[in-house]
Every structure is written in C-alpha cells, then in structure tokens.
C-alpha cells in the first residue's frame, strides 16, 4: 500500500517529463541564451575574445530615445487595450447571454473569422482603407465632409486600428467564457430589488467580470506591445518601436547584444505587467471572498 504514490508520483512525472522537456528547449533555453548575449561584448561564436559586459543596458540607459521608444511601445499596447476592451466586452456580454444556439454559433465564426486570414493580409486590407487615397479619406471627400485626406496612416493612430483589429478577437473569447459563468440569478435579484439595468450592469456584471477584463487585456496588451508586422506596416518606420528597433539592431547593425537587451527590457516589461495582474487579481479576489 504504501508504494502506491510513490507509482502514482512517478506515473505522472512521466507524462509531464515530456512537456517540461519541450518547455525547457522552447522558452527557458532561449530566454537564457538572450540574457547572456545581453551581457556579453560580442558573439561568442565568431567573436574570439567575448567578456562579460553592462555596456548595452547603459547605452539604454543613458540615451533618453530609448526611453521614447519603449513609452512609445507601452503607449500603443495601453491605447489598444483600450479600444479592445470597448468593443470587446459588449460584443462578448452579448455571445454569453444570447439564448439561440445558431446565433452564437453565427457571433462566435464573425469573431473567429478574421483569425482566419493572416496577420499581412490584414494590414494590407488596412492600408487599402487607411491611405490618403483610401477607401474613407476618398469617400469622407466624395461626400464633402473633409477638404484634406485625413492622416490616418504612418501615426499611432493607423497602428492602433490595424492592432485593435487583429487582437479584438482575443479579447473577446476570454471576456466570453468569464462572463458566461456569472449566474444571472444574480442580475435578475439585483433587478427585483430596484436597481436599474444600469446599476445591476455596475455594481453585479462588471465587479464579476473584472477576472476576464484583467486577463484579456493582460492578453492583448501583451500581443500589442511585441507586435512588428502592422507597426511596420502602418507606420512605414515613421513610428519606432521596440520590436521594430530589435529588427534594426539585427539586420541593419548586426548589434545582436544590444537586440538582446533591447529584448530583455521587452520581457521586463511583460513581467511587471503579469505581476501587476496577479497582485489585482489577488485583491479582487480577496475583496470578493470577504464580502
């Protein structure tokens, strides 16, 4: 009897050996191997002579650009965050309250279907319509209410939109699954109570809510903020960015090191924000046990 979990024990240690494996090779090995070439004078690999350096951490330091672009970066995840989360939440409270099986089947493929064409596509989709010779600055002038194409492309604006759209789904589908768990017993209590559909939405639905909220903007700021295609795209290098200056550093200067500090200060980033999350969440939580 008593060698039956130490064989469970090893049981499970074997299926999940596999994946510890897999995430190892795939993400801790390539983190590690980032943060070394960070600090190291060169590429080992070409480089004879490579010593240990903090030289790319103080050119970031020292230079206020860098800090323009990653205020830059951390700008445009919060402004798509944002914009998500406004389209997203009513779209997804409607997926997870609508009654008719087909017409959450039809909500569902309308959210899923742009996931469907790739990342390049859409953005082209989204220069064709964005452009001064677009397809709004061409109809806002057809219909005479604007005399000049309107800039909406090459500016944080066009990027925004062109992300908003890519990453609306994720929010969506994070929202939706939360939202649909919150028993409507408790909105409709709240109604027979007195309390306006508004009031119930406020004070019962979102405080509910608030774990997806946190998680789905925590997904697309995340997405937003490591983006390269669309700020390319759409910002035609007029608007830099910390992936995009990544890119440079590797292919235009072939400063790998500075790229993986560059990259490193983009994962610090990322895992501050996931602290932030767990410690809001922690707190919702708490809040939500002790009431």
């Known amino acids: 009897m008593s060698l039956a979990p130490a064989i469970r024990m090893n049981g499970l240690a074997f299926f999940i050996l596999p994946s510890a494996l897999l995430f190892a090779l795939f993400f801790f090995l390539p983190i590690g191997l980032m943060a070394v ?24 330091a020292d230079d206020p650009y860098y800090f323009e672009v990653i205020w830059t970066t951390i700008r445009i995840g919060l ?37 469907l064409t790739g990342i390049v596509v859409r953005t082209f989709a989204w220069m064709a319509l964005l452009s001064d010779k677009g397809v709004i600055n061409q109809t806002l002038q057809s219909l005479g209410l604007v005399s000049q ?31 649909g768990r919150i028993d409507e017993r408790l909105e409709q209590a709240a109604e027979n109570l007195g309390a306006s559909p508004l009031r119930t939405f406020l004070e019962v639905t979102l405080p509910l809510s608030l774990p997806g909220i946190l998680a789905g903007s925590l997904l697309v700021f995340a997405l937003a903020i490591s983006a390269y295609v669309t700020p390319i ?14 890119y440079q550093q590797i292919s235009a200067n072939f400063n790998i090191g500075f790229a993986a500090a560059l990259g490193m200060v983009l994962l610090l980033v990322s895992f501050v ?7 809001v969440l922690g707190r919702v939580s708490g809040q939500r046990d002790l009431q």
Do not use: C, D
């Not at 759409?234 to 990544?246: A, D």
């Not at 924000?273 to 410690?279: F, I, Q």
């Open 37 to 60: 070439m960070s600090l190291l004078t060169g590429n080992p690999v070409v480089a004879p002579n490579v010593a240990f350096t903090t030289r790319h951490y103080a050119r970031i």
């Open 149 to 179: 194409p309107l800039k909406l492309m090459y500016n944080e604006t066009g990027i925004v939109i062109g992300l908003v759209h890519i990453y609306v789904p994720f929010m969506v589908l994070t929202l939706t699954g939360v939202i």
């Open 233 to 246: 795209l759409l910002g035609g290098f007029q608007i830099m960015t910390l992936p995009i200056l990544i």
């Open 79 to 115: 402004w798509t965050t944002l914009a998500a989360l406004a389209i997203g939440y009513p779209l997804a409270h409607w997926m997870a309250r609508i009654k008719s099986r087909a017409g959450h089947a039809l909500l569902l493929m309308a959210v899923l279907a742009p996931m």
């Open 273 to 279: 924000l996931v602290v932030a999350y767990n410690h």
